[in-house]
Every structure is written in structure tokens, then in C-alpha cells.
């Protein structure tokens, strides 16, 4: 049994995916990935519905989060929205401690950490397994134990 201290709400538990569109294609495989593994994974494109307000959805989404992921490419620039999602991370880590993780992932050595998010470790990644591998690691949530699948199980 998992002590009652060590189940988080389900409201808390997100993993917010931060890109920019043009990256859209790297990220919509972590979240796939993550949703196989039973995590909650944040993604603009499945959170949030047309005509809502976007800065709103994005808070709720961070707020909701127990991570955010940043996937920093040649694109990533720290303006307009990811500019936002930046402080929204850096405030949860404020708020929240141990119980928000920030990670961040190279995908080229070429590509700069925003600013602000330099003084927490981020890691280059140079395939998508070892990108999985680093946001696993660095999750303050852990999967439960492992168990049969539904329908192997008689």
C-alpha cells in the first residue's frame, strides 16, 4: 500500500509539453509516449478547445502540472508565449518545491537555454529515447508497480 502522503490529487499531476508549433511533431511523440505510460501529459493541441482563452488554458495547464518540459530547439525563442510559460514554470517551482520538476531538453547543440531557465540542469538529448529517459528521471511523480495487462489477466 502507498501511504496516503504519497498520492498526489489528480488535479496535480500534468506534465506540461512547452514547444514552439514548428516543433510540434518531436513533441506530439513524447506525449504519446507518456500517455502509454500512464502519465497525464499537458499538450495545447488536447487541452485546449477553440475560442477559449489561451494565457488562461496555458495557467490552468501549469497549474494542473507537476512538470513542464521544455523542448528547446534552434526555434525556441523566450517571447510572446513561451515567455510566459517560463514564468508560469518558474513561479509553479516557487510555489510548489520539490513537487514541480522543470526539465528541460536540447535537441541542438546549437539551440540556447532561455535565460531564465539556466540555472536549473537541462540536458542535450541526441535521439528521442534518451529524451523519454531524461523527463522520466527528472518527473517528481513515479508509475505504480508493475501488473498484467486487463486482458492478459484471467
Request: aromatic fraction near 12%; hydrophobic fraction near 40%; include cysteine.
Amino acid at each position: 500500500a502507498v501511504p496516503y502522503d504519497r498520492i498526489p490529487a489528480e488535479n496535480e499531476v500534468k506534465i506540461f509539453l512547452s514547444h514552439k508549433t514548428v516543433d510540434k511533431v518531436i513533441v506530439e511523440k513524447y506525449h504519446r509516449a507518456l500517455l502509454e505510460l500512464g502519465y497525464s501529459p499537458w499538450l495545447d493541441k488536447e487541452d485546449m478547445v477553440a475560442g477559449s482563452n489561451v494565457e488562461r488554458d496555458i495557467l490552468q495547464g501549469f497549474e494542473e502540472s507537476c512538470a513542464a518540459v521544455f523542448f528547446v530547439t534552434k526555434s525556441f525563442k523566450d517571447e510572446k508565449f513561451l515567455a510566459t510559460e517560463v514564468d508560469y514554470a518558474v513561479q509553479q517551482k516557487r510555489d510548489k518545491g520539490d513537487k514541480f520538476s522543470i526539465i528541460t531538453l536540447l535537441f541542438d547543440p546549437d539551440a540556447e537555454v532561455p535565460g531564465v531557465l539556466r540555472r536549473f540542469l537541462w540536458q542535450h538529448v541526441s535521439n528521442d529515447l534518451d529524451g523519454l529517459y531524461e523527463v522520466l528521471r527528472g518527473l517528481p511523480v513515479e508509475l505504480g508497480p508493475v501488473r498484467w495487462k486487463a486482458g492478459v489477466a484471467k
